[in-house]
Each structure stands twice: as C-alpha cells, then as structure tokens.
C-alpha cells in the first residue's frame, strides 16, 4: 500500500494541512510512522477516513461523534441498526435546532418591526429589549 505524506493526504482529502494535523491531534486519524526523514506517511486509506470525517461534520456531527461513529465502524459487533440510531438522533437534534432558530427568528422580526431606525442609539427598542431583565 502506498504512503502518503501530509500535503499528498491534505490534497487528496480536500482539507488543508493544519485540518489533518487537528484530527490526528483529536484522534480522529491515527499516528502514522515516519519516514527515516521524519516525514509523516499516512497510508493511502487515511483520505477516505478523512472524506468521512469531512462529510460526517457537514451533516451535523460533532467530532465526538464521529470518533464514536469510526469506532463502531471497526467494531464487529456493530450492526447497520447501530448507526442508523446514531443517525436518527442526529435528525432529533437537528429538528431542535430548526425550532430554537425559528424562535430566534420569530423574536429578531418583531423586534425589527417596533424600530423604525430612526430613533438614537439610546432609545433603541432592539436594545432595550436585550437589556431587560425580563426577557
């Protein structure tokens, strides 16, 4: 199998160097060995392991996550059930935030509405409302 080394990985993964060097440091990507010339030389298998990382992070997952995700993934006692719990917990965190965001969005719309943005800073009434005690 071929090795490869940090900016070949970064490359082939489509990350850049310090993102490789994070995952290692995370455990995400395993040590590899170095080359006589202390080179890191990743084998060939560490850019798919990293198009996961990268893809898994876009889909919502934490780096926590992940690393339990790749673990169950080695684990022979692991079944497609396993992970498809993983993935639907992930939608009912997903579905959380969607709610928090909305009310986030519901509050900054009526806030936005009572300021005519003609007022001084000091009588701002998106100000006022973040300051209250209240709220």
Known sequence: MKSLTIGRLAKQAGVNLETVRF???RGLL???PRSESGYRMFPADAARRLRFIRRAQEL??????????????????TTSADIRTRAESKISDIVAKIRTLEAMKKTLRKLT????????????PILESLDREDA
């Open 23 to 25: 995952y290692e440091r």
């Open 30 to 32: 395993p040590r590899p």
């Open 60 to 77: 919502g997952f934490s780096l926590t996550e992940i690393g339990e995700l790749l673990s169950l993934r080695l684990s022979p006692r």
């Open 113 to 124: 509405r009572v300021c005519d943005g003609c007022a001084p800073v000091a009588e701002c």
